[in-house]
Antibody, heavy 120, light 110 residues
Framework: EVQLVESGGDLVQPGGSLRLSCSASGFTFISSAMHWVRQAPGKGLEYVSSISVLGGSTFYTASVKDRFIVSRDNSRNTVYLQMNSLREEDTAVYHC?????????????WGQGILVTVSS | QSVLTQTPSVSAAPGQTVTISCSGTISNIANNHVSWYQQLPGTTPTLLIYDDYKRPSGIPDRFSGSKSGTSATLDITGIQTGDEADYYCGTWDTSLRSGVFGGGTKLTVL
């Protein structure tokens, strides 16, 4: 069974930093691109970031570029999202999502999500 | 404002058929595979359709997807009360170099 467990969510002040982690199990981690997708309260889905299977390619939506950094540790089956210079509009539930072999593949399995609240 | 455009809401009575549309551009839908995701109330999204029309195992054939040019559609036949959910289309955008979603369509079963 595929399991994706996010951790690291918290209440943080604007301008602060946070690192999310996602521990994966139940599938061949090194064969899957990984993604972060967020959903603000009462809003739709928003793609945040992707990382290729070996971590050599990373992608970001425009609103988080130069503030967020995605990385992965294939020896630990874990993907990370370092979030810097956080803004109130970054408040959302952040989902870790398993993709396919390509970063453009569909999002096949979703974690339950972790809440990040940015507020003073 | 979402890169992909979806009608915000649709409604149908049980047993009817509903079509949900997703409109994009050459840099996303026309040149990349489209997926559809179902988000039941209070739950995490799940993959409903991938590669434009394929269904993951366990998804009933009442759900079907298609694509033509810069638009994609999700058809749901024999609507059931349990289908009441938000439906999102998603794909890759080659120009933006990122994934993109539609704003979501809320299906209400009358």
């Amino acid at each position: 069974e595929v399991q994706l467990v996010e951790s690291g969510g918290d209440l943080v002040q604007p301008g602060g930093s946070l690192r999310l982690s996602c521990s994966a199990s139940g599938f061949t981690f090194i064969s899957s691109a990984m993604h972060w997708v967020r959903q603000a309260p009462g809003k739709g889905l928003e793609y945040v970031s992707s990382i290729s299977v070996l971590g050599g390619s990373t992608f970001y939506t425009a609103s988080v570029k130069d503030r967020f950094i995605v990385s992965r540790d294939n020896s630990r089956n874990t993907v990370y999202l370092q979030m810097n210079s956080l803004r109130e509009e970054d408040t959302a539930v952040y989902h870790c999502v398993r993709g396919g072999p390509s970063s453009s593949s569909s999002l096949s399995s979703w974690g339950q999500g972790i809440l990040v609240t940015v507020s003073s | 404002q979402s890169v992909l455009t979806q009608t915000p809401s649709v409604s149908a009575a049980p047993g009817q058929t509903v079509t949900i549309s997703c409109s994009g551009t050459i840099s996303n839908i026309a040149n990349n595979h489209v997926s559809w995701y179902q988000q039941l109330p209070g739950t995490t999204p799940t993959l409903l359709i991938y590669d434009d029309y394929k269904r993951p195992s366990g998804i009933p054939d009442r759900f079907s997807g298609s694509k033509s040019g810069t638009s994609a559609t999700l058809d749901i036949t024999g609507i059931q009360t349990g289908d009441e959910a938000d439906y999102y289309c998603g794909t890759w955008d080659t120009s933006l170099r990122s994934g993109v979603f539609g704003g979501g369509t809320k299906l209400t079963v009358l």
